[in-house]
């Protein structure tokens, strides 16, 4: 198996045209109102325009439909022409399961996508999602010496005005990020400890200039995380407290002078769970190397976040451990005190991400005085059972977040449904007679629950905008990782950024009635508007 080079470009990409794969696709009217100019130079001398007729004709997306051109090489295919209300109107799914199927990374390739210029960052993030990077398959061949697939848009609008080189960028930056995260989640953990991770992490610092801020093993002690005296220790420190790395936090702050606010992504690393002492059953712990998902989501949306021109404070968060066994390992009956200061009973060493998860946003509140919380992990395995293989769950404390993240969901295809928010009902099911909460509960809503115990952190009274993103089955499909949350964070603070396609894409903006607030000085210019 080959690593694609993934190129975004304008126009044919000059390969050789009898050594490579061709994918025309759009909705079926799309791909109708194209003229044979459009594409020749594409087809020929393969595919004449009779033909080319002849496939369009016979194409019935139900909800999707192909048709071979030349052999197996040349490929038109229709996308689903309507999609429901809680789907992305682009088809991003149908999309990269299309790709999947006409490019076998064998041989050099070339896409052309039909769309309106408003799903183009949705469907390049699913073509992104198509070429996987991690192999350890004999004879695999390393990204620098293997194929190339180029993938270039057409747009609808009467125009049809070509993308600029600002926003092909901006596809190629956002396409590795999402390959990067994947990379990471496909990587097993004797390749991705919390060591390797914590390596992934500077070199996105060295790469953005920025220089990360890291508390690893007994200096999470030392820092503060735990107290001492009363031989309780944090979150992080405890779950990942018998693995043979030990466990980190890291810190990537970006803080230009533009900045109004103050953003923290905060993503759960677990690089392996083996569900601790509370051990998984043997069909359950295959697959567990995912549950570092939401970190890397996180690590990757920052990195291109910040390349492409972030103005506000933005700062990474990684709760990075190893949940393993071993004569070190946190006991059901423990008590631990967490960095917010509230102490917790553990019922199961089984929901540890919450712990991790705890400590990194009461980190964001307290240490980096954050306006703006979001966690992103694969937190409960109930996700899947709420809302679905493609939605995550969303819980937040302010319901314009809930209509922007919704709406973020649908533009960039990381879509997201909304769980339920009620903490004066549920919260009860993590009471304890011994400490100030249980991390685990037997309620009949475990997915909003699981992500109640992070908020519960900060408190439900607290003034800033939380948002929770529990992401278990979204970040994979199949056997792979999906790069699942770099395009969600994108496409929901898009406008926060210099970018005209993020901005494009963001629900946060003047149209919409959510939480940017209008802020004009009577005398100048408009100032920026906030995102809360």
Not at 228 to 235: E, I, K, N, P, S
Not at 443 to 450: E, H, I, L, V
Request: with cysteine; hydrophobic share 40%; net charge neutral.
């Amino acid at each position: 198996m080959a690593a694609v080079d993934l190129v975004f470009c304008q126009g044919d990409s000059g390969n050789d045209q009898a050594d490579r794969t061709v994918l025309i696709v759009g909705q079926l009217s799309h791909l109708q109102s194209l003229a044979w100019s459009d594409v020749r130079d594409v087809l020929l001398p393969r595919v004449d325009n009779e033909t080319w007729k002849t496939a369009l004709n016979s194409l019935k997306p139900n909800p999707t439909d192909k048709c071979p051109l030349w052999l197996n090489l040349v490929t038109v295919a229709a996308l689903p022409s309507k999609v429901s209300r809680h789907n992305t109107p682009s088809s991003a799914h149908s999309l990269t399961r299309l790709v999947q199927t006409c490019f076998s990374g064998k041989r050099n390739g070339h896409i052309v996508v039909v769309c309106e210029k408003t799903s183009v960052f949705a469907l390049a993030c699913a073509i992104a999602r198509a070429f996987p990077l991690f192999s350890r398959l004999s004879g695999h061949i390393a990204l620098d010496s293997g194929y190339r697939v180029t993938a270039e848009f057409v747009c609808v609008e009467p125009n049809k005005e070509p993308l600029d080189t600002a926003t092909l960028m901006c596809l190629s930056r956002v396409a590795e990020s999402i390959r990067l995260a994947a990379r990471i989640v496909d990587s097993p953990c004797s390749e991705m400890d919390t060591e390797q991770f914590l390596q992934e992490v500077r070199a996105v610092g060295s790469e953005l200039r920025i220089t990360p801020v890291i508390f690893r093993g007994e200096e999470l002690r030392k820092r503060g995380f735990g107290d001492l005296a009363h031989v309780y220790f944090t979150g992080i420190y405890r779950v990942g407290s018998a693995a043979a790395t030990p466990p980190a936090l890291a810190i990537l702050s970006y803080t230009p002078s533009t900045a109004t606010q103050t953003i923290a992504w905060v993503g759960k690393g677990i690089v392996y769970d083996t569900g601790g002492l509370l051990i998984k059953g043997k069909t359950a712990m295959p697959g567990m190397k995912r549950y570092c998902a939401g970190a890397a989501a996180v690590l990757g949306a920052f990195r291109a976040a910040v390349l492409q021109g972030f103005k506000e404070n933005l700062h990474a968060i990684f709760c990075l451990a190893e949940n393993s066994v071993g004569p070190k390992a946190t006991r059901p009956d423990d008590i631990l005190r967490l960095y917010s200061g509230k102490t917790v009973e553990i019922r199961s060493t089984d929901a540890g991400g919450r712990l991790l998860l705890a400590d990194g946003v009461a980190y964001a509140s307290r240490d980096l005085k954050a306006d703006i919380i979001l966690d992103m992990a694969t937190l409960t395995g109930a996700q899947g059972i709420a809302t679905g293989r493609y939605h995550a769950g969303l819980l937040t404390n302010r319901e314009e977040w809930e209509r922007a993240c919704v709406a973020a969901g649908r533009s960039s295809g990381d879509l997201v449904q909304p769980l339920v928010f009620s903490p004066e009902l549920h919260f009860s099911e993590f009471s304890s007679a011994m400490a100030d909460m249980k991390n685990f509960d037997r309620s009949k809503a475990p997915c909003s629950c699981g992500g109640l115990f992070v908020g519960a952190q900060l408190g439900f009274d607290w003034s800033g905008a939380w948002i929770h993103v529990d992401m278990v089955f979204p970040a994979y499909s199949g056997e792979r990782a999906t790069g699942y949350g770099v395009a969600l964070l994108l496409a929901l603070f898009g406008r926060a950024t210099d970018d005209p396609l993020l901005q494009l894409v963001s629900p946060l903006g003047p149209d919409m009635d959510g939480p940017l607030e209008d802020s004009h000085s009577p005398s100048s210019s408009p100032k920026r508007k906030k995102l809360i």
